[in-house]
C-alpha cells in the first residue's frame, strides 16, 4: 500500500448492468449479490471438543433486478421468451464504479435468465416512478 492513501470503502450508488444485448442502464437497484456454501457435519470419534464442517454444494441467489417503467421493454420481452418456452440465456456483468466513474469491482453471472417478473404498484393517490423487478436465475457468480 502507498504511504498516505487511505482504503476507503466504494459507495454502492455508482454502478450499471450489462446483460447480453439487452439495455439495463437503468436500473436503480440490484440484489442477490450471495453465494452460499452448504456444510456437513462430520463427528470423528475420540475428538470430544469440536466437530468437523465439510464443505458441500454453493447456492446462489436470484439475482434481482429494479428499474423504472420505461418505453425499453427488452426486460419484459426476455421475460415472455421464457414463458413461451423460446428463450435464450444470457450471460451478464454487474460493475461497482467508484465516484469518479471508473470500474473498481465487477460480478460476471453465467446463463442467466428470468424467473420473475412484479409490475409497479398503481395508486392514484401517487406520484412515485412506476418499478418493474424482475429476478434473474443464473449458473454462478465470479468476480471479474
Not at 464504479?97 to 442467466?112: L, R, S, Y
Request: proline letters at 3%.
Amino acid at each position: 500500500m502507498t504511504t498516505g492513501t487511505k482504503p476507503y470503502p466504494y459507495t454502492s450508488f455508482r454502478f450499471r448492468i450489462e446483460i447480453g444485448g439487452i439495455t439495463v442502464a437503468q436500473v436503480t437497484e440490484v440484489t442477490g449479490l450471495m453465494l452460499e456454501t452448504e456444510t456437513e457435519s462430520y463427528e470423528e470419534g475420540g475428538v470430544n471438543d469440536f466437530v468437523h464442517l465439510l464443505p458441500k454444494r454453493t447456492k446462489y441467489q436470484h439475482i434481482t433486478l429494479k428499474r423504472g417503467i420505461s418505453d425499453l421493454d427488452d426486460m419484459w420481452k426476455w421475460y415472455q421468451e421464457v414463458v413461451s418456452g423460446k428463450f435464450k440465456k444470457k450471460n451478464g456483468t454487474i460493475v461497482l464504479q467508484d465516484v469518479t466513474g471508473k470500474d473498481k469491482w465487477c460480478w460476471n453471472f453465467e446463463q442467466a435468465y428470468p424467473v420473475k417478473w412484479t409490475g409497479p404498484e398503481l395508486r392514484a393517490d401517487s406520484n412515485t416512478v412506476a418499478f418493474e423487478t424482475i429476478e434473474l436465475a443464473h449458473h454462478g457468480i465470479k468476480k471479474g
